[in-house]
């Protein structure tokens, strides 16, 4: 009877799980995705990541930003790396090549759902262009310093405008002939640029030395002040630069020393300050903010400017 009622419910349970549908099987053969999107996809030479867009249900597209200044053949340019939504198929697999050396400078990819719809991406792209790659003079060295502007005790002004301040033959006068030659080496995944500068020292043949005479210095009068910590910023020579666009900063590498600066790097534009103090960029600039400290007893004079409390100070440059 025991055996009876075994067999029986066996065979019961038997039958029931026959009826039950596999809750997974569609999602197992892929029976409910209709997707078919193109998730991250990078080419040879691309910088930076991909804008991706879903027109509508057949259609999209895709631009890349590719560095041109590598060799590259148009006509041939391998598909790095692609990523799909869940089971789509693409028609260029990682490792094959796209052509864009046409007149419309496209190319298509399709991407087909499990279900067999199909998606078509228009592939277009953009040139980088470093804007840095050139020869730039060197046209102003300005700072903005002092203590306290509440008491009118800073001031926005070109290093010239002090000359007694400076010696006539290495002070800042001699850098106004400079120019800088920057050159492209290569260009990071993230669309950062580095290379090489160099910095010429112009018709005179001379760099400034940034060296605070001792006749206008009213702590210890007599002694000249090195301020070349504050305002050598470009190197001397030749030097490494990067550039960081998502920070809109320039570094400065000296070979010889290896020290590091960091310059912001300007377009046109005005800057302003307390008391109506202001700076206008007519061209570019590289800039950077200094830090001094109040000198309450020298307030308004120039050493407190320039040596004790400048505040910011800008390279005006203008591109040939």
Same mark, same amino acid.
């Not at 340019?77 to 198929?89: G, P, R």
């Not at 080496?185 to 760099?207: H, L, P, R």
């Not at 005005?270 to 007893?297: H, R």
């Given at each position: 009877?025991?055996?009876?009622?075994?067999?029986?419910?066996?065979?019961?349970?038997?039958?029931?799980?026959?009826?039950?549908?596999?809750?997974?099987?569609?999602?197992?053969?892929?029976?409910?995705?209709?997707?078919?999107?193109?998730?991250?996809?990078?080419?040879?030479?691309?910088?930076?990541?991909?804008?991706?867009?879903?027109?509508?249900?057949?259609?999209?597209?895709?631009?890349?930003?590719?560095?041109?200044?590598?060799?590259?053949?148009?006509?041939?340019?391998?598909?790095?790396?692609?990523?799909?939504?869940?089971?789509?198929?693409?028609?260029?697999?990682?490792?094959?090549?796209?052509?864009?050396?046409?007149?419309?400078?496209?190319?298509?990819?399709?991407?087909?759902?499990?279900?067999?719809?199909?998606?078509?991406?228009?592939?277009?792209?953009?040139?980088?262009?470093?804007?840095?790659?050139?020869?730039?003079?060197?046209?102003?060295?300005?700072?903005?310093?002092?203590?306290?502007?509440?008491?009118?005790?800073?001031?926005?002004?070109?290093?010239?405008?002090?000359?007694?301040?400076?010696?006539?033959?290495?002070?800042?006068?001699?850098?106004?002939?400079?120019?800088?030659?920057?050159?492209?080496?290569?260009?990071?995944?993230?669309?950062? !640029?580095? =290379? $090489? %500068? /160099?910095?010429?020292?112009?018709?005179?043949?001379?760099?400034?030395?940034?060296? @605070? *005479? #001792?006749?206008?210095?009213?702590?210890?009068?007599?002694?000249?002040?090195?301020?070349?910590?504050?305002?050598?910023?470009?190197?001397?020579?030749?030097?490494?630069?990067?550039?960081?666009? !998502?920070? =809109? $900063? %320039? /570094?400065?590498?000296?070979?010889?020393?290896?020290?590091?600066?960091?310059?912001? @790097? *300007? #377009?046109?534009?005005?800057?302003?300050?307390?008391?109506?103090?202001?700076?206008?960029?007519?061209?570019?600039?590289?800039?950077?903010?200094?830090?001094?400290?109040?000198?309450?007893?020298?307030?308004?004079?120039?050493?407190?400017?320039?040596?004790?409390?400048?505040?910011?100070?800008?390279?005006?440059?203008?591109?040939?």
């Amino acid at each position: 009877m025991k055996l009876y009622h075994f067999l029986l419910l066996t065979l019961f349970v038997t039958i029931l799980q026959s009826c039950i549908k596999d809750p997974l099987r569609d999602i197992t053969n892929g029976g409910w995705n209709h997707e078919r999107s193109i998730m991250e996809i990078r080419f040879q030479n691309q910088i930076g990541k991909a804008e991706i867009v879903n027109s509508d249900p057949t259609t999209g597209t895709v631009n890349v930003v590719l560095n041109l200044y590598s060799p590259i053949d148009m006509s041939k340019v391998k598909l790095e790396s692609i990523v799909t939504s869940y089971q789509a198929n693409s028609s260029v697999k990682k490792g094959e090549t796209v052509n864009f050396d046409n007149a419309s400078k496209t190319t298509t990819i399709d991407i087909t759902s499990t279900l067999g719809e199909t998606r078509t991406y228009t592939i277009s792209y953009t040139s980088f262009e470093e804007s840095l790659i050139g020869t730039w003079d060197i046209d102003k060295l300005v700072v903005y310093g002092g203590t306290s502007p509440e008491y009118s005790g800073t001031a926005v002004f070109d290093m010239l405008a002090k000359e007694w301040c400076w010696s006539a033959q290495t002070g800042p006068a001699v850098e106004y002939d400079n120019y800088l030659e920057f050159k492209l080496d290569s260009i990071s995944q993230e669309g950062n !640029s580095y =290379g $090489t %500068v /160099e910095n010429n020292a112009g018709a005179d043949e001379k760099y400034a030395n940034f060296v @605070f *005479l #001792g006749k206008v210095n009213p702590e210890n009068p007599g002694v000249d002040v090195d301020v070349n910590n504050l305002y050598r910023k470009i190197p001397t020579g030749k030097s490494i630069w990067k550039r960081d666009y !998502s920070k =809109g $900063t %320039v /570094e400065f590498t000296d070979i010889s020393s290896n020290e590091t600066y960091l310059m912001e @790097f *300007l #377009g046109p534009r005005t800057e302003t300050f307390p008391n109506n103090k202001k700076l206008d960029i007519p061209n570019n600039a590289f800039a950077c903010n200094l830090t001094g400290v109040d000198d309450w007893t020298n307030i308004y004079k120039d050493y407190d400017k320039f040596v004790k409390n400048p505040r910011r100070y800008w390279i005006l440059v203008t591109k040939r």
